[in-house]
C-alpha cells in the first residue's frame, strides 16, 4: 500500500544555466543512493520516495551552485509538481491542467446531431 509517485530530473544546470550531466558531479550516484535510498536512474518507474523534498535540499547542499529541477507526477493524474533546488533551498509548485478554446465548432451540438 501507499502512494506512488514517479520522479525526473526535468533540468539540472549551473545557475549560469549551462547543462550539468550526472557523470560531472563527483559521487553523484552513491551520494543519491545513500540519501534517498534510491538509484536515481529508477526513480522515473512508481516509488514512494515520500521525502523527496527535503532529500533533494540535502543533496543541493552537497552540490553548491548546481539547480535541480524535478518533476512529479503522483498516481492520480492530475497530482503534478515541478520542484527546484539550489543550495539547501527549494520551491514546490504545483501543476495546473488547462484547456484552450475551441476554434471551429462553437455550439456543443450540431443540428444534424440532434434530429438523429
Excluded: H
Excluded at 79 to 90: E, P, S
Amino acid at each position: 500500500m501507499g502512494y506512488y509517485s514517479s520522479y525526473s530530473f526535468i533540468e539540472v544546470t549551473t545557475v549560469d544555466g549551462e547543462d550539468v550531466f550526472f557523470e560531472d558531479l563527483p559521487g553523484w550516484d552513491q551520494t543519491f543512493s545513500d540519501q534517498t535510498g534510491y538509484n536515481w536512474r529508477s526513480i522515473g518507474n512508481d516509488v514512494k520516495w515520500y521525502n523527496y523534498f527535503d532529500d533533494m535540499l540535502e543533496i543541493s547542499l552537497l552540490y553548491p551552485d548546481v539547480v535541480f529541477t524535478i518533476e512529479r507526477v503522483g498516481e492520480d493524474p492530475n497530482d503534478r509538481a515541478l520542484g527546484r533546488f539550489l543550495n539547501g533551498k527549494g520551491e514546490n509548485v504545483l501543476g495546473e491542467i488547462t484547456y484552450g478554446e475551441f476554434k471551429e465548432i462553437k455550439e456543443p451540438y450540431s443540428q444534424a446531431a440532434k434530429d438523429t
